[in-house]
Structure formats: structure tokens, C-alpha cells
């Protein structure tokens, strides 16, 4: 995904954006290298009645990926799109908001994984050859099960950029035309919903952290902006 900027340049560096770059793929090769500490358990998002829950993972969560296109499309999409409101929002603001959005995302995975923990034990071979076991399979998916990946965060800042930036054309693939922003993130926000409230088997994206992200990201780009009527093109 890209967007027309009408000459104005998106390839300068942002500092906040690339420091954050930076520190995801340090992580991600820091999972991937250090075989003597799970890394990827101590900093991914549990349940907060999990046994291997702890307070910093609110944070750690979104500096974690699975594999290596799950980081390259978070850190594209923090690329083009964050680098635009880092510029707008200035360092210190952009920050705070990007770090708002990722905690505001774990705080809406938290509250709802008990229906996510259902939806999601009711695709199992397990449940399916015995329905009787249905209330252990949740519990030990709401034990074992966690998020982990910036996608919140970045929901946060599509959210941020469709409600300031509305009409700049973005660019998706496969699409040979070019669609407002004010059009294509709502609609993935949609997916993420349906997503999220019709989980079908095999899905193991966080629609729900998602969602999260793009609601906080909204809200408070509007709480930011509400005595600042201009709308950007």
C-alpha cells in the first residue's frame, strides 16, 4: 500500500519512526538468535488471569512478531504512514500516540479474550470430536494463548491518518485505481471486526487488538484536533 502525496515527500527520515523501526527488528532478531531465554513468552501479551502474565508485557506486546512478513508489513505500514503524522504530530506527541494506541489495544485484548478464547475454541478437532470439553479447551486457551506484534499501535495511526488525511489517495494492491483513505481503513476496520466476532478456524490474527488500536487511535486524534477544524488533503 502507498499513497499519492502530490510531491510531497514521504522518504526523509522521522526520527521516532525509525528508532522504532529499528528497535522492532532488534527485537525480532533477538527472538529469532537467543535460544538460552524465550523471549517471545516473557514479552508477548497474556491473559491477565494467566499464570504467565506480567504487567510489562502491556508494553513489550508490540515490539514482538511472529515471523518475518508479519514485521515487514507492520514496519512498512509505521513507514508510510507514521513518518506523515511524526511530521504532523512533531517527536514527542507521535510517540506518546503510538505508545497509547499499542497499550489501548492490549487493554481491548484483555477485556474481550474471553469471547476470543471461546469463538476460538469452538474451531478445535478437540471440541468438535467432544463439545463436553468446551469450558477446559477456553481455559487453557485464555492460560497459554498471547498476542504479540505492533499491529495495534499502527491500526492506531491508520485511524489517525484516514480522520486528518482523509482524501489522499492510497494505492492498494491489486487495485489498479486509487481509493481514498476515508474509504480503504474504515473497510479494514470492518474486516477486523467480522473478524473478531466470527472467527473461523485457523485465524490466529488479534482482530480484537486491531480494533482496539484503530478505536483509541481515533478517539484520541479527535480529542487532539477538536478545536482544530482544518481538514487535510
Aim: proline share 3%; net charge positive.
Amino acid at each position: 500500500m502507498s499513497f499519492n502525496s502530490y510531491g510531497n515527500s514521504i522518504q526523509r527520515n522521522t526520527p521516532v519512526v525509525l528508532n522504532l523501526i529499528i528497535i522492532n527488528v532488534l527485537v525480532f532478531a533477538a527472538q529469532n538468535m537467543i535460544t538460552q531465554f524465550n523471549i517471545t513468552e516473557w514479552g508477548s501479551l497474556h491473559y491477565y488471569k494467566s499464570s504467565l502474565f506480567k504487567p510489562h508485557q502491556m508494553v513489550t506486546h508490540m515490539f514482538m512478531h511472529m515471523n518475518v512478513s508479519h514485521i515487514l508489513f507492520n514496519m512498512f505500514g509505521l513507514w508510510i504512514f507514521g513518518t506523515v503524522l511524526e511530521r504532523f504530530k512533531r517527536k514527542k506527541k507521535f510517540l506518546i500516540f503510538y505508545l497509547i494506541c499499542g497499550i489501548g489495544s492490549a487493554i481491548f485484548e484483555q477485556l474481550l479474550m474471553p469471547y476470543d478464547s471461546l469463538q476460538s475454541a469452538k474451531n478445535t478437532a478437540e471440541y468438535l470430536a467432544n463439545p463436553q470439553m468446551l469450558q477446559a479447551i477456553v481455559e487453557s486457551f485464555k492460560e497459554y494463548n498471547y498476542s504479540l506484534g505492533a499491529s495495534g499501535a499502527i491500526m492506531g495511526v491508520f485511524a489517525a491518518f484516514a480522520y486528518l488525511f482523509p482524501n489522499t489517495e492510497l494505492y492498494i494492491m491489486f487495485i489498479p485505481i486509487p481509493v481514498k483513505a476515508k474509504y480503504v481503513i474504515p473497510f479494514f476496520v470492518l474486516i477486523d471486526l467480522f473478524g473478531g466476532i466470527y472467527r473461523i478456524k485457523g485465524d490466529n490474527i488479534g482482530h480484537f487488538a486491531h480494533l482496539g488500536g484503530a478505536i483509541i487511535g481515533f478517539l484520541l486524534v479527535l480529542y487532539w484536533n477538536k478545536t482544530n477544524k482544518k481538514t487535510f488533503y
